[in-house]
C-alpha cells in the first residue's frame, strides 16, 4: 500500500473571509484577494441531514492519513473538501466530474476527526445536493432505481426463488412498495395532518434468545446459502429468528443514503418499527444493514430530526419508539451465545487451518455508533475464528476497505489488489468475511482484479456463518460451497472428523 500523505500541512490555511458573495449571473465568483464565502450554499447544505457539521473544522487534516481515497488518489482530499465546503465553493464541489464520488464510505475520517466533523456524513450531504441537481453517478442511480421499483436493492425473481428452494428456503417475501415510496415523498406542508391508524405499543425488550431477523437482500437474493447457514447455525445454539414481515431493503448505506439522507432515515425507521411491533431486538448478517440501522437508533435520538421522520411514518400510520436495539449476528454469537458455547457446538475442530480475516469497514465504524469493538485493534472475528479450533491470523492490510463504495474504477481495483496481496502474503489457506458485501469483492471481484494485473491470487473465503456450520458438522456439499468461484476445499480435510 502506499505511504499515507504527510498531513497535517506544515502551513494553516488561511482563514476565510467571510464576506457574503455577490454572485454573477453565470455563477462565477469575483476576483481579487477576498475570498468571497457563498452563505448560500452552506446554508443549502445546512439542510441536509449533518450537513452542517464542516463548521466545526479547523483544518487539522487528521482526517486524510488514513483515507484510503487520498492515499490512492491525487484528486481527492477531505481536509480540502472541508475547506472548500467553508468557503462555499460550490463549482468545485458540485461539478460534472465531482471527486465526492472516489470517497469509499470507509469511515475512517469520522474516527480520526478531533472536532467530530464527520467528513464522510457531510460528503454524503453533498452528494445529496448533486442528486438534487441531477448529476448522480450513474451506478449509484442503477441501484436506487431499484430499490424505488421494488423496495429492494437486489430484487427477488423466479430465479432467486428456485435457488432459496435447494437450500429449503421460503421465497422471498413481498415488500410493501406504495407504502416505500409514500416515505419517499416529503409530505405537503399545508396538507392536512396525517392520520395515524395504527399506534405501535412499544414492548420491552430484554431478550437475548429470540429475535427479529432483518436478512436485508445481498444475502436472501444472492447469497440463500447464507441465510441458510445462519437459520442452522443459531438454531443449533438456542436462538430463534422470527422473520419480519414487509421489511424492506435497510436502505442501503452507500447508494441510497448519497440520494436522500432524510428518506434513507425514514425507510431504516419503518424497518425498525416492525421490529418494535413484534417486542424484539433485531439481528442482521451485514453489515452495511448493521450500519444504517444501527445509524438510525442513534440519529433518532435527536427530536428535530425524530419529528421529521414521524411525520413522513404518519402518512403510512406508522409510528417509531426507539425501542428496538440492532446487533449484527457475529455480536449475538460473541455476547448472547458466548465463545464457550460456540466452542462446545463444534464436532469439527478446524485444528491447523490459518485463517486470514477481514473485518469490512461498516461493522466497526463508527465505533460511537456501532459499539461493537475497538476500529483500531479489534478481536471479535479472531475469537470466533478460535472458537471453531482454527487459528486467525491478521493480515498487514487487514484495516483497509474493499472500496465498493467507490464509484470509479482504478481505485478500488488497486484497493483490492493491495488487500489480495497482503492475504497472500500470510499463507493463509482461507479467508473468513462476516459481510456479503466484502464476501462478492473478495469471490466475484478477485477474478476481476487477477484479469486486471495479470496475477493469480487464488485466494479462497468464506462467510463466518458457512465456516461455522461446517464446523457444527453439517456436509460440505450442503453449505452451497460449490457456488464460490474460488472453493474452500481445504475444509475437506476436516470431513471425516465429524
Ligand atoms: S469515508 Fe473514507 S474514503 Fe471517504 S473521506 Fe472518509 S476516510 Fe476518506
Ligand atoms: S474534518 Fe476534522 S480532521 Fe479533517 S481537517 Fe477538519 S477538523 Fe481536522
Known sequence: MPAPKPEPASKPEPAPKTEDTPKSE???????????????????????????????????????????????????????????????????????ESVLWLCTNCYNCHERCPQEVKPVEVILSLKNMLADRGLISAGVERVIKTFETTGRTVPASTAVDRQREKFGLSPMPAVPVDEIRTLLEEPPEDGPDPVVEKEISPHPVTRTDRFAF???????????AMEKAIRRTLETLGVKLVDMEGASCCPDPIYFKSKDKLSWLTVAARNLSLAEELGLDVVTNCSG????????????????????????????????????????????????????????????????????????????????????DDPNDPRMMEDLVGALGAEPVRHHNWHLCCGKACQEEDLPANMMRDLLTSVR???????????????????????????????????????????????????????????HRFKPECLRRFEKSA
Open 26 to 96: 453565470d455563477g462565477a465568483r469575483p476576483e481579487g484577494d477576498v475570498v468571497h464565502v457563498d452563505f448560500e450554499f452552506r446554508r443549502e447544505l445546512a439542510k441536509k441531514v449533518e450537513g452542517n457539521l464542516a463548521n466545526f473544522c479547523y483544518q487539522c487534516g487528521a482526517c486524510v492519513g488514513d483515507c484510503p481515497a487520498a492515499i490512492y488518489s491525487d484528486k481527492f482530499n477531505p481536509r480540502e473538501i472541508m475547506l472548500q465546503v467553508l468557503y462555499g465553493l460550490e463549482p468545485e464541489l458540485l461539478g460534472e
Open 214 to 224: 432483518f436478512p436485508g437482500c445481498l444475502i436472501p437474493a444472492r447469497y440463500p
Open 289 to 372: 444493514c448493521t450500519a444504517t440501522l444501527s445509524e438510525a437508533w442513534h440519529l433518532l435520538h435527536d427530536s428535530e430530526l425524530l419529528e421529521k421522520v414521524d411525520r413522513r411514518l404518519r402518512r403510512i400510520g406508522r409510528r417509531y419508539h426507539g425501542t428496538t436495539r440492532v446487533r449484527h449476528v457475529a455480536t449475538v454469537l460473541r455476547d448472547c451465545i458466548g465463545i464457550g458455547r460456540i466452542r462446545d457446538s463444534v464436532v469439527r475442530p478446524l485444528e491447523g487451518l490459518q485463517i486470514a480475516i477481514h473485518y469490512g469497514c461498516h461493522l466497526l465504524k463508527p465505533s460511537a455508533v456501532m459499539r461493537v
Open 425 to 483: 502474503e500470510e499463507d493463509a489457506e482461507l479467508l473468513c468475511l462476516i459481510c456479503p458485501t466484502c464476501f462478492g469483492q473478495f469471490d466475484h471481484g478477485q477474478m476481476k482484479i487477477a484479469q486486471r494485473f495479470e496475477e493469480d491470487f487464488h485466494i479462497p473465503s468464506i462467510y463466518y456463518m458457512q465456516l461455522l456450520a461446517f464446523a457444527q458438522g453439517v456436509p460440505y456439499d450442503e453449505l452451497g460451497l460449490e457456488r
